[in-house]
Structure formats: structure tokens, C-alpha cells
């Protein structure tokens, strides 16, 4: 029997554990996947935006890997850091262990101001509308009436649509009850995204462009200038541009033909004023978080204009964005793993073809897959073939591994080291404790938001 610790339960790690299940070469394989959270399914459950009930239902498919009977969950299980497991002991316990432990730190926008109280990185955002534990369920109070968000990436895009959307809407999801509560008392009005390229750069997909158009209490606003400005827009008519760069440049030309909607004028209950508007910025590049009173109170930009290489320079120009919230989605970056190996200018694991490389040679029994292996790109799908490469080179390296000591009962182990994991059964209470909770409120399930209440659920407890 071939004993594999998965490390990890998103998307990758399930891959991982399914490509191991689906292999004919090893027939008899037993995986753990382990988290450090008692709830599965990583960023599917804590990043996909959840007004995205589609891609969110992705978890049926993963639950089925889960719940297979040669692969046991074991969330509550932390590997490396303060209080964790470090790699080399559960290197003890498993013939292979493969990390796929994603990469869900924040890039930073490295601008003065960039820590003020009111500027936030999207991850924290999102964390806190998705119920992460590891967030305070009251992280955000929304007494901002404009909000910036920096980014032009469908990260930008969730964060600026979950502003903008009425609390109505999310009531139908299971977004946690302070989240749900703040969200109906922000007092948003103006949404700014800002890209410091050119709308033909952006990294956003359609799909997710043409969605905040669909918001019903808002209004999009396009500036024809800077659309004009863009190389690709100008050029659209002669050029072949790739197809989601022509679509996303049609709908925002759609956007800019609209023109600014009207301002309530004082003394009438306009119908704009109820009416947020999202301003689609681009050629903007942050270069300070200006400050009142002790917290972030605007943007200031550097007006950039295309070099002609493909890229943008700085105008000498400046634009000032007021702004009492401040949400940057730059990107994300891999977090070191204390005991494995890690390239800290991509933040990733080295490695090659998915096995860790420690000074440049693999090292035995320890692989990589997901976003720690190959960076913060690409959609939940992409990880698939990412893993079947990773247990491609596993399966080789099989009769090596399988002479390689390891525990009968890995678990019985984990738990004699102190730990106390929560497993299937204690993910189901947890479902279970979620969907009464959201009874309780007249809602579908709705998610349990911290700690101690996760860990009371999973262990049947009265939350
Ligand atoms: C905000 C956001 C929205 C997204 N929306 C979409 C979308 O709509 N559609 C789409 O296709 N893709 C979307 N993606 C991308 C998608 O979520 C990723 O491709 C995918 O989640 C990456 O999978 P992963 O398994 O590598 O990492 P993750 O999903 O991050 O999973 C990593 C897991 O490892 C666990 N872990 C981390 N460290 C440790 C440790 N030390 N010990 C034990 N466990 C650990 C974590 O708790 C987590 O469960 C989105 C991403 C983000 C950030």
C-alpha cells in the first residue's frame, strides 16, 4: 500500500488525491489530505465570490474525490509554522506528501500610505465576506461613500461587485451575518477600479466585465478618452485582437456611449442617489494613499500613457480619487512553508515536474501542485492538469517510495502528537450547523465565521 499525505484541500489537493485514485499503476493507494482548517474545498469555499453560485457548486464535484473511501479528510491539521507539524516529521508518517497548500498571500502596492486604518488588500475583503475564520467577522464597517479598488484583474472585479450589489441579493447566499448586516448598511456610493494600463490589458474576463452591468442598483461609467487612448481600441477596426480583448473593448465602448448618470439634484429624492456608480479607470497608477485625520482619505494616481512598447509611462500628470476605503488586488503571492524549500521572488516551491527540488535536486517523497507550484494563474480547472503532472512523477518515483518507511496509522500519530483533527463526519456537522443557522434566519445556509464556533460545530457542539 502506497500511503500519500495530501496537504491542502482546495482544488488542487482534491485533484491531486482524484489523479491518485485514477491511476491504474499503483492500485492500492490510500491518501490523507490534510488542512489546516476544519473545512474543505480552500478558495472555493473562501474566494469564490458568493453571488457565483455556478462555479461555487464545483464543490459537489470535489466532495465526491473526498468522500471516496480510499481518501480521508483531516482538517484542523497545520503543517509547518508555530504549533504546526513541521515537513520533516510528517515526512515520518507518509511514503509521499505532496503540498498543495495554494498562495493566498497578498501582493503589496509598496506606495506611503498603503497600511493607513481604511486601506485593505482584496484577500482580507474577500476573507471576511466569505466567513475565513482567520478574519474578524466585524473586520469591516463600510462607512465609506467612495471606495477605490486598485486592480484590474476578476479579483478587482468581485471585490467592486460585492460593493456594489445590495445586501438583498447576497441574503440568498451564505455569506456569514455580520458580512450580510455591514454590507446593508454601506453607505457606498461611488466604486472606482483603476488598472495603470490600458483597458485592452486588463486582466478580467467578460463574463465578469458584463456582470457589473447586470447589477441592478448600479451604474457603470466609462470614460471615452481613456478608452481612446489604448493602442488596441484604436486599432480594433484594422488589427485581429485576441477575442476577450475585443469583447471586453465592446462592452466598454457600450459603457462609455452611456455617458455619467444623472446627479440627484438637492431637494428632490432623485433616483441616483440610490444608484451606485462603478467607474472604470485605466492609465492610473497609484503612487500614494493620502491620509486625514489619521486614515486613508484618497488615492493619489500618476497618469500614465502608452510607451509604444506595449507598455505604459508616466504623463507628469496627477489625479487625486477620494476615497475612504481603499481595497488593492494586485495579485497574490505564495507564503513560505517553514521547512520546505521556496522561491521567494515568485513565491513559489521550486520544483520539476511536481517533484520539490532542495538545492536544486529532487527530493525524495516530497512533491508540489496548485498554486504554490506554479504561481497565483489560471482557473479552478487549470489545476487539474497541474496535479496530474505532479502524481505523473509521483507514480514514477512509486517503487522508491513504497521501500520508504511509513506509519500504519498516521492519524493515531497525529493525535498522539496532541492534534485534534476534524474529520469527514466533523466537516458534515459543520454543514449541518451552517444550514440550521441559516434556518434560524429565514436564509439558505448560512456560514459559520470563526473559530471556536467551526470547531464547536464540527465536534457537535452547541455553537
Ligand atoms: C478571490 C478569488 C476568487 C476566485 N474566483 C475564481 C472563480 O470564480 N473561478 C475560477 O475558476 N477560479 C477562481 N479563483 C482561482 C481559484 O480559487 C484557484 O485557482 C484555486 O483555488 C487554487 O487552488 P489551490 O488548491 O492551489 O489553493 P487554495 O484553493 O488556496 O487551497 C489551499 C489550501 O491549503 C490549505 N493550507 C494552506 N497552508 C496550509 C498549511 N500550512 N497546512 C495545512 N493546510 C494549509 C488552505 O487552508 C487551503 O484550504 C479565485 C481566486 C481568488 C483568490
Not at 17 to 46: E, F, K
Not at 56 to 73: C, G, H, I, P, Y
Not at 228 to 242: C, I, N, S, V
Amino acid at each position: 500500500m502506497l500511503r500519500v499525505a495530501v496537504v491542502g484541500s482546495g482544488p488542487s489537493g482534491v485533484y491531486t488525491a482524484q489523479a491518485l485514485l485514477n491511476q491504474s499503476l499503483v492500485p492500492d493507494v490510500r491518501v490523507h489530505v490534510l488542512d489546516r482548517l476544519p473545512t474543505p474545498y480552500g478558495l472555493v469555499r473562501y474566494g469564490v465570490a458568493p453571488d457565483h453560485e455556478k462555479i461555487k457548486s464545483l464543490q459537489n464535484s470535489l466532495r465526491a474525490v473526498l468522500e471516496d473511501e480510499r481518501v480521508t479528510f483531516v482538517g484542523h491539521v497545520q503543517i509547518g509554522g508555530t504549533g504546526g507539524v513541521s515537513p520533516a516529521r510528517l515526512a515520518e508518517l507518509y511514503h509521499a506528501v505532496v503540498y498543495c497548500v495554494g498562495a493566498a498571500a497578498d501582493r503589496p502596492l509598496a506606495v506611503p500610505g498603503e497600511d493607513l486604518p481604511g486601506s485593505y488588500s482584496a484577500t482580507r475583503f474577500v476573507s471576511w465576506y466569505s466567513a475565513h475564520p482567520d478574519i474578524a467577522p466585524d473586520g469591516f464597517a463600510l462607512q465609506a461613500r467612495s471606495a477605490v479598488v486598485i486592480g484590474v484583474g476578476n479579483v478587482a472585479v468581485d471585490v467592486a461587485r460585492i460593493l456594489a450589489r445590495g445586501a438583498d441579493e447576497l441574503r440568498a447566499t451564505d455569506v456569514p451575518r455580520a458580512a450580510l448586516g455591514a454590507l446593508a448598511g454601506s453607505r457606498v456610493r461611488e466604486v472606482h477600479i483603476a488598472g495603470r494600463r490600458g483597458p485592452s490589458q486588463a486582466r478580467f474576463t467578460t463574463k465578469e466585465l458584463r456582470e457589473l452591468g447586470a447589477l441592478p442598483g448600479a451604474r457603470i461609467v466609462v470614460d471615452p478618452a481613456e478608452l481612446a487612448m489604448d493602442p488596441a481600441y484604436a486599432a480594433q477596426e484594422g488589427l485581429p485582437l485576441p477575442a476577450v480583448v475585443r469583447r471586453n473593448l465592446e462592452v466598454l465602448r457600450g459603457w462609455s456611449a452611456e455617458g455619467e448618470p444623472a446627479v440627484p439634484v438637492h431637494g428632490h429624492p432623485a433616483v441616483s442617489d440610490a444608484v451606485r456608480r462603478i467607474r472604470l479607470r485605466f492609465f492610473l497608477r497609484p503612487v500614494e494613499l493620502l491620509e486625514r485625520g489619521g486614515r486613508v482619505a484618497g488615492v493619489r494616481f500618476a497618469r500614465t500613457a502608452p510607451d509604444g512598447a506595449g507598455g505604459v509611462q508616466d504623463t507628469g500628470g496627477y489625479e487625486d480619487v477620494e476615497a475612504q476605503l481603499v481595497l488593492r488586488a494586485v495579485g497574490y503571492r505564495g507564503v513560505e512553508l517553514p521547512g520546505l524549500p521556496f522561491d521567494p521572488v515568485r513565491g513559489t516551491v521550486p520544483h520539476a515536474a511536481g517533484r520539490v527540488l532542495r538545492d536544486g535536486v529532487p527530493s525524495p517523497g516530497e512533491y508540489v501542485a496548485g498554486w504554490i507550484k506554479r504561481g497565483p494563474t489560471g482557473v479552478i480547472g487549470s489545476n487539474r492538469s497541474c496535479a496530474k503532472e505532479t502524481v505523473a512523477s509521483l507514480i514514477e518515483d512509486a517503487p522508491l517510495l513504497a521501500r520508504r518507511p511509513a506509519a500504519d496509522d498516521p492519524l493515531a500519530v497525529l493525535r498522539a502528537w496532541g492534534l485534534r483533527p476534524v474529520e469527514w463526519d466533523g466537516w458534515l456537522s459543520i454543514e449541518r450547523a451552517e444550514a440550521a443557522l441559516g434556518r434560524s434566519l429565514g436564509r439558505g445556509p448560512v456560514k459559520i465565521p470563526d473559530w471556536p464556533g467551526l470547531l464547536a460545530a464540527a465536534r457537535g457542539e452547541e455553537g
